[in-house]
């Protein structure tokens, strides 16, 4: 069965730095997005992305972070300077459509993020 | 007030009795409705999808939509211990990809 994949699984950064997370989508899914959950707390949305451009972003998503769909597999998620605040497991997620039937998101197993 | 309040739990229950999870929110206009369920630092997986009122049946697990009260139920019958997990409650509006969940019910099967 198609899954969601993303690495890597546990990421360690110094708080500051840049880091990119990686999600490989469901092949023929077309939405695209991005949640976090930060220990405890409940799932956040994040981001969504069609056709190379953001559709919608939470107030979490300001200047500091990006989305970008490199090639036809990959979806990223880039944090320019992370704070200590920024600490959570990342969740992407896809859906074949936005409305409708079959637009069901299904996530892939996360990125735990560390800010030291 | 929160858009999503979910029973917060934890529940602990029998092998074998029926279990049943709450949600409720206050966007009238959500029209889609998720049950996921999530394993300890894993990814949502996705158990019911729902949309608009009604009720839908997979297996043992029934999901129920009642949009006059804004209210939405999971129940489980025959519970076994590979059911224990965080339950999340999530929904969509038409207009947005976003899904909003609620905090999560944690839910245990003793054998």
């Known amino acids: 069965e198609p899954e969601v994949t993303q690495t890597p699984s546990h990421q360690v950064t110094q708080m500051g730095q840049e880091v990119i997370l990686r999600c490989v989508p469901i092949?023929?899914?077309?939405?695209f997005y991005w949640y976090r959950q930060i220990l405890g707390q409940k799932v956040e949305f994040l981001v969504s992305?069609?056709?190379?451009?953001?559709?919608?972003k939470s107030e979490i998503f300001d200047d500091q972070f990006s989305v970008e769909r490199p090639d036809g597999s990959n979806f990223t998620l880039k944090i320019r300077s992370t704070k200590l605040e920024d600490s959570a497991m990342y969740f992407c997620a896809s859906s074949v459509k936005w409305q409708g039937t079959d637009n069901e998101q299904f996530f892939g197993p996360g990125t735990r993020l560390t800010v030291l | 007030q929160k858009e999503v309040e979910q029973d917060p739990g934890p529940l602990s229950v029998p092998e074998g009795a029926i279990v049943s999870l709450n949600c409720t929110y206050s966007n009238s206009a959500f029209q889609y409705f998720m049950w996921y369920r999530q394993y300890s630092r894993k990814g949502p997986e996705l158990l019911m999808y729902?949309?608009?009122?009604g009720n839908k049946e997979d297996g043992r697990f029934t999901a129920q939509v009642d949009k006059s009260s804004k209210y939405i139920s999971l129940f489980i019958r025959d519970s076994q211990p590979s059911d224990s997990a965080t339950y999340l409650c999530?929904?969509?509006?038409?207009?947005?990809?976003?899904?909003?969940f609620g905090d999560g019910t944690t839910l245990t099967v003793k054998p």
């Open positions: 729902t949309y608009s009122s």
């Open positions: 092949s023929n899914h077309l939405y």
């Open positions: 992305f069609y056709n190379n451009e953001i559709s919608e």
């Open positions: 999530a929904m969509r509006n038409t207009n947005a990809g976003k899904s909003t």
